[in-house]
């Protein structure tokens, strides 16, 4: 009975919200399994601004942020395409590609994506410089119970993960709103100032799932 309950702490770890300031989330491994599930109760979003923080060696294709709904298996995604040397923005299973000569490997990177559906537009900013913005859909929201991962690529509603779009490094600060950020917010949350946490999920008090191999680390801090 021990051994069982240690099993299936090792392999799911539920928590009530967290505060995981100064903290990161490690995928040591390429698997198809190892992931970090987001919860939160909004079902309906007429825009999203998601931000995070990576840092990886991947030299493959791999994913930063997976969304999806009933009607949508891409309803919110971030994924990068490492031959293309693209990031792209997902929204409603439709895509916009961004071209990022400046992904940087074993490099922290601060990248935010919005979308919004009244204007159909999303936009990219990676550390801190905008991109251009690109339509990708408008008209409806994104509705339905949400499924959000971190370290795997939600190919179906259930699931259907690939290891070789999966994440191999390490995530902290994850924040989504419910609202397209101004430039001045994201410039205020790429330079870690004082900014509103997101209002959907907000890394200083995170509502997760871990399962398989995902650690939970100290951000190390630069010595002088």
Known sequence: MKVLLLLVMLTTCAASPQDLSD??????????????????????????????????????????????????????????QAIE??????????????????????????????????????????????SMRKFVSSGSNITGHTRIVLGQVLDAYDGGFDINQSFVGMLTDVHMWDHVLSPCEIQDYVQELNFSPGNVLNWRALEFQIVDKVLIENKKRTCY
């Open 85 to 130: 040397n693209t990031i792209d923005l997902y929204s409603r299973n439709n895509v916009a590609v961004f071209t990022e000569p400046d992904y940087t490997l074993n490099t922290w990177h601060s990248i935010c994506s919005t979308w919004d559906s009244e204007s159909g537009l999303v936009q990219l900013w990676f550390d801190g410089q905008p």
């Open 23 to 80: 903290k990161i989330f490690t995928f040591p491994l390429r698997t198809n399994t190892a992931r970090v599930k987001l919860i939160t109760s909004r079902e309906n979003f007429s825009a999203v601004t998601v931000c995070l923080r990576s840092f990886t060696d991947n030299t493959r294709d791999h994913i930063l942020f997976s969304l999806a709904t009933p009607s949508n298996d891409y309803d919110f995604l971030m994924l990068r």
